[in-house]
């Protein structure tokens, strides 16, 4: 009966492994041209949005990968990541206004990786306070379009103060597929004293030309 006990420490260590080996990037792809659409649930409402990644931009000192979101093909707003080995920060929200300190949103280690981060960012084009707690770990492998890909969980707390006293606070969970990207978000947050759940998943998603090969 030893064997017994023994498995779920072998499926952990294979799970670390396959980890080790990959990168942030494998997780949050930014190729140009790759398209997501998402369903979106909020207050019992759907809408589907899009997602499009854009060719890098310098933004600041950095070179950064812009992530568009469109509603019925309109243009909602933009956001500039960068991606460094195991880690995807969060660079800015307006190409003339670059954070001073990107922040992790995501990252890949093996095992539970955890991090914090406690300084500015942008909130209504305005500055703000941002506390971001994050932890990440490989999760069993999960299927998309018929296939089982490795995929990655990734929970973020995150308060907001912006300069006029106003509080907004999330807690997400979002599931990361390897190559794909986000594939199912839960959001649970407050803005002041009004409270919000949303939800996410992936129903469309077509990589760049480069990811094509």
Same mark, same amino acid.
């Given at each position: 009966?030893?064997?017994?006990?023994?498995?779920?420490v072998?499926?952990?260590?294979?799970?670390?492994?396959?980890?080790? %080996?990959?990168?942030?990037?494998?997780?949050f792809?930014?190729?140009?041209? +790759?398209?997501?659409?998402?369903?979106?649930?909020? *207050? /019992?409402?759907?809408?589907?949005?899009?997602?499009? %990644?854009?060719? $890098?931009?310098?933004?600041?000192?950095?070179?950064?990968?812009?992530?568009?979101?469109? +509603?019925?093909?309109?243009?909602? $707003?933009?956001?500039? !990541?960068?991606?460094?080995?195991?880690?995807? !920060?969060?660079?800015?929200?307006d190409?003339?206004?670059?954070?001073?300190?990107? !922040?992790?949103?995501?990252?890949?280690?093996?095992? @539970?990786?955890?991090?914090?981060?406690?300084?500015?960012?942008?909130?209504?084009? /305005?500055?703000?306070?941002?506390?971001?707690? /994050?932890?990440?770990?490989a999760?069993?492998?999960?299927?998309?379009?018929?296939? @089982?890909?490795? %995929?990655?969980?990734?929970?973020?707390? %995150?308060?907001?103060? *912006?300069?006029?006293?106003?509080?907004?606070?999330?807690n997400?969970?979002?599931?990361? $597929? @390897? *190559?794909?990207?986000?594939?199912?978000?839960?959001?649970?947050?407050?803005?002041?004293?009004?409270?919000?759940?949303?939800?996410?998943?992936?129903?469309?998603?077509?990589?760049?030309? +480069?990811?094509? /090969?």
């Amino acid at each position: 009966m030893i064997f017994l006990s023994i498995l779920p420490v072998l499926a952990l260590c294979t799970l670390n492994n396959r980890m080790e %080996a990959s990168q942030a990037a494998d997780y949050f792809p930014l190729e140009p041209g +790759s398209r997501w659409v998402y369903l979106e649930q909020n *207050g /019992g409402l759907g809408e589907e949005y899009e997602d499009r %990644a854009g060719v $890098a931009v310098t933004l600041g000192t950095n070179l950064c990968n812009p992530v568009s979101t469109y +509603s019925h093909n309109k243009l909602l $707003a933009s956001v500039y !990541y960068r991606v460094e080995a195991d880690t995807v !920060y969060l660079a800015g929200f307006d190409l003339k206004r670059p954070l001073p300190n990107p !922040y992790p949103i995501l990252k890949v280690g093996p095992g @539970k990786t955890s991090w914090k981060y406690s300084g500015g960012t942008q909130f209504y084009s /305005g500055p703000a306070t941002l506390d971001l707690k /994050g932890e990440s770990h490989a999760i069993k492998d999960m299927e998309w379009s018929g296939k @089982k890909v490795p %995929a990655l969980q990734v929970h973020l707390e %995150a308060i907001i103060t *912006g300069m006029d006293g106003v509080v907004i606070k999330s807690n997400q969970v979002g599931i990361y $597929a @390897k *190559g794909i990207g986000l594939v199912e978000l839960r959001d649970s947050g407050s803005i002041g004293k009004e409270r919000s759940v949303r939800s996410r998943k992936l129903i469309f998603y077509e990589a760049g030309k +480069s990811s094509k /090969g």
